[in-house]
């Protein structure tokens, strides 16, 4: 079993519509929680990045921590055609010299 | 969010040579930086940790010798692959951090080796 599991996808939405991507893992030592997009070809980009339980909002980004359950999410309001990326979410233990352990990765289609 | 380079972002070799890839934190001093690999739709391999000052620490099964890393300043990390062969054809990606939680990726490298 992967420490850190992530659906594959494809996830088609149409535009507008709210995209949700979840991850869930073992390791209950992981203490920071972030998710990432990636374009084709691209290095990711640091969308969003949380160290507690609960909702952390950033314009149309939700971040969500359930560390009791070792399940995180990511909500995606108003999404638009340039949303459509993969989205790998990614977590660390601070023990560990800060190396992201990655879930597999979504890949998200928005389609107008 | 913080900004991090790497050159070139596209190179294509000959199978014998060597190639450099240069790492870098462009406005913050990046205590640890990481040098990975991806594979197309595969999510990104953690090769190496480097911090500043100090030898690279190699994850398993990742030949140290093949892919020497220098990380020679805060803001500057080079990933040399020796005696390239198309099989370390591939996308390499680099990212520089100086807290456990922001973790800031460059673009990226594609290598091709002819």
């Known amino acids: 079993q992967k420490e850190v599991e992530q659906d594959p996808g494809p996830l088609s939405v149409p535009e507008g519509a709210i995209v949700s991507l979840n991850c869930t893992y073992s390791n209950s030592a992981f203490q920071y929680f972030m998710w990432y997009r990636q374009y084709s070809r691209k290095g990711p980009e640091l969308l969003m990045y949380t160290y507690s339980s609960g909702n952390k909002e950033d314009g149309r980004f939700t971040a969500q921590v359930d560390k009791s359950s070792k399940y995180i999410s990511l909500f995606i309001r108003d999404s638009q055609p340039s949303d459509s990326a993969t989205y790998l979410c990614?977590?660390?233990?601070?023990?560990?010299?800060?190396?992201?352990?990655f879930g597999g990765g979504t890949r998200v289609l928005v389609k107008p | 969010g913080a900004v991090v380079s790497q050159h070139p972002s596209r190179v294509i070799c000959k199978s014998g040579t060597s190639v450099k890839i240069e790492c870098r934190s462009l406005d913050f001093q990046a205590t640890t930086m990481f040098w990975y690999r991806q594979f197309p739709k595969q999510s990104l391999m953690l090769m190496a940790t480097?911090?500043?000052?100090?030898?690279?620490?190699?994850e398993q099964g990742v030949e140290k010798d093949k892919f020497l890393i220098n990380h020679a300043s805060l803001t500057l990390s080079t990933l040399t692959v020796t005696s390239a062969h198309p099989e370390d054809s591939s996308f390499y990606i680099c990212s520089a951090t100086s807290t456990p939680y922001e973790q800031y990726f460059g673009p990226g490298t594609r290598l091709t080796v002819t």
């Open positions: 990614a977590m660390s233990d601070k023990a560990a010299g800060n190396k992201l352990t």
């Open positions: 480097s911090n500043e000052g100090s030898k690279a620490t190699y």
